[in-house]
């Protein structure tokens, strides 16, 4: 079985360099702008009444994957899964940004940590009773070098 | 510009049939086996650190897709980028579910919503930092038929 998906917008960063991109999304305040591709702009209805949205994207500088690797906070081997290092064998990014504004097909958000040209491949709403949780271990992350 | 995704494994859930799927998985206390497959194992290591992981699969049932859905919480059409239908321009699906074991490739988890045998696409570890947003706005869902 295989799936082919294609992009629905591209998104807009100040990072054009992959040792530049900040670690996570939470950790950057940059700004960013989502620009959904005008065949799709119709499905963004409702959307400005979300704070906070997740985006999914193709991490599209990487290629190839090794099962075994060196978080970007971390100095040791961990499970590629147990990490969200881009090079994976589907290499689909995620990231929760707070959505500023929308202007039809535009959206300006902030907390962008993808690269310049990255292409999206959905947009999702960040929903606090689906995708917030509580009272968490978050094992090698808790304990790494900070 | 075309993206190849090949499934890592295969979630198995109580859920046979599209009608009785739980609306999302914070809902839910279903209890759910992620069979990762052998060649991607190694790739696990460390999970078992993370009390709550990102499962990334595929709609593998739906076809097509409307710009405007009437979510299954509510009674109006609103744009599907605002909602988690499942029908959508790239399916890909998303859901926070509980880590409870780990054995080799085998990953207990509880809080699915997807249907059994759900193609998985990729796995990453829930880590707050990056993934709680406190101070959000929900739009529709806020407001919706409860």
Redesign the interface.
Known sequence: ????????GIIHSPFTDKTQTPI????SQAKGVVE?YPE?A???????????I?L?Y?F?ESSGYS??VKPFLDDQL???????YPA?????G???V?LIKRQGNILKVEGVDMLDGT?L??????????????????????ARNK
């Open positions: 079985m295989e799936f082919h998906l294609q992009p629905i996570q999304a939470s950790r959904v799709y119709e499905g963004l209805q409702d959307l400005e009444g979300f704070s906070h997740f999914l193709a599209h099962l075994l961990r499970g590629l899964f147990a990490t969200r994976r064998p589907n290499p689909i995620l990231s929760v707070k292409p491949l959905d947009i999702k709403p960040y929903v606090p009773d689906f995708d917030i949780r509580t009272d968490t271990r978050y094992g090698w992350y808790a």
